[in-house]
């Protein structure tokens, strides 16, 4: 299991663009609070030979039955328990664990929150 030991290695990877080749969008739903507003945290696997690039994060609130987004700014992402301050941040291959904490949602407010994280994945070509 590979941990982020230091910012740089997630924020800003080796990896020129012209070695990098879409392969998947990512799309991560996480539910439920507890009681210090996080979110359920979820693992996040990256294989050998490739990256993650995340783009965004954010949630919604259900009320009555429609969710009503809100803004990217209400939540802090954490990987492997800590905060990344900026997006977008890049995963090299390794083993994470991604937790949104929300900012201005009280955790006993009695609605359903969803959480989400959006990315690519890529593969890494060897130069030729």
Request: net charge negative.
């Amino acid at each position: 299991m590979q941990s982020c030991d230091k910012d740089e290695d997630i924020v800003f990877p080796e990896y020129p663009q012209e070695k990098l080749q879409f392969n998947q969008a990512i799309f991560l739903e996480l539910s439920g609070l507890d009681n210090r507003n996080y979110l359920d945290s979820t693992d996040l696997t990256v294989a050998a030979g490739k990256v993650v690039k995340i783009e965004s994060v954010g949630y919604s609130i259900v009320f009555s039955g429609y969710d009503s987004p809100q803004r990217n700014s209400s939540v802090n992402l954490f990987i492997n328990d800590m905060a990344l301050s900026s997006l977008p941040a890049w995963l090299p291959s390794g083993q994470y664990k991604v937790k949104l904490v929300l900012h201005d949602s009280p955790a006993n407010d009695g609605h359903i929150h969803k959480g989400y994280l959006t990315g690519i994945e890529y593969n890494i070509l060897p130069l030729q």
